[in-house]
């Protein structure tokens, strides 16, 4: 297994930006689907955005135009960089990886062989 360590949550205002991380250690060559998820109290885990390696990546739609995902390869870092948050952006958030490129529902989250701790983010 790959390991996922996310770092860079916190608290922030509305229309604040926070960039979240997340180091993967391991196996990390092998793993081609990366992904963002979030939960909010009380709500079900949502994709946020995924990225195949050397593919297309792809955003909920209640992100798209604000969130930026991106990896570098070198460090082995995912990387989910987040502009004018709102309060709807509340929740823990977890970076998730797998050995297949991203698939069209890439948005289930038992499909990930590799899953993270979670970063809290507040915004209020």
């Known amino acids: 297994h790959v390991q996922l360590v996310e770092s860079g949550g916190g608290s922030v205002q509305p229309g604040g930006s926070l960039r979240l991380s997340c180091a993967a250690s391991g196996f990390t060559a092998s793993r081609y689907c990366l992904a963002w998820f979030r939960q909010a109290p009380g709500m079900e885990r949502e994709g946020v955005a995924s990225?195949?390696?050397?593919?297309?990546?792809n955003y909920a739609d209640s992100v798209k135009g604000r969130f930026t995902i991106a990896s570098d390869s070198a460090q082995n870092t995912l990387y989910l960089q987040m502009n004018n948050l709102t309060p709807l952006d509340t929740g823990t958030y977890y970076c998730?990886?797998?050995?297949?490129?991203?698939?069209?529902?890439?948005?289930?989250?038992?499909?990930?062989?590799?899953r993270g701790q979670g970063t809290q983010v507040t915004v209020s």
């Open positions: 990225t195949t390696k050397f593919g297309p990546t």
């Open positions: 998730a990886a797998d050995r297949y490129p991203c698939p069209p529902n890439w948005t289930d989250y038992g499909w990930y062989v590799d």
